[in-house]
């Protein structure tokens, strides 16, 4: 699959649930608070990943410590 989104550098921890791209821990925080986009990878994207590949341990850590249900902006 060839990938035209530009990559984040890779600072700190690596997510499992996102495998596919080059995204850290910081990366993949930023894009889930709404606070950046990647290309097309912005915070919908994010909140899916999440909810869709993470475990449990991982959405409630990442998703509810912001509150995910809030809208951005």
Do not use: C, H, N
Request: hydrophobic letters at 35%; a positive charge; glycine letters at 8%.
């Amino acid at each position: 699959m060839p990938r035209d989104e530009p990559a984040a550098q890779p600072s700190g921890t690596r997510l499992p649930f996102v495998w596919d791209y080059d995204i850290d821990e910081a990366a993949f925080r930023r894009l889930l608070e709404g606070r950046t986009t990647l290309g097309r990878l912005d915070r919908d994207w994010a909140a899916v990943r999440l909810l869709e590949y993470g475990s449990y341990a991982d959405v409630v850590r990442l998703a509810y410590r912001r509150g995910l249900s809030r809208k951005s902006g």
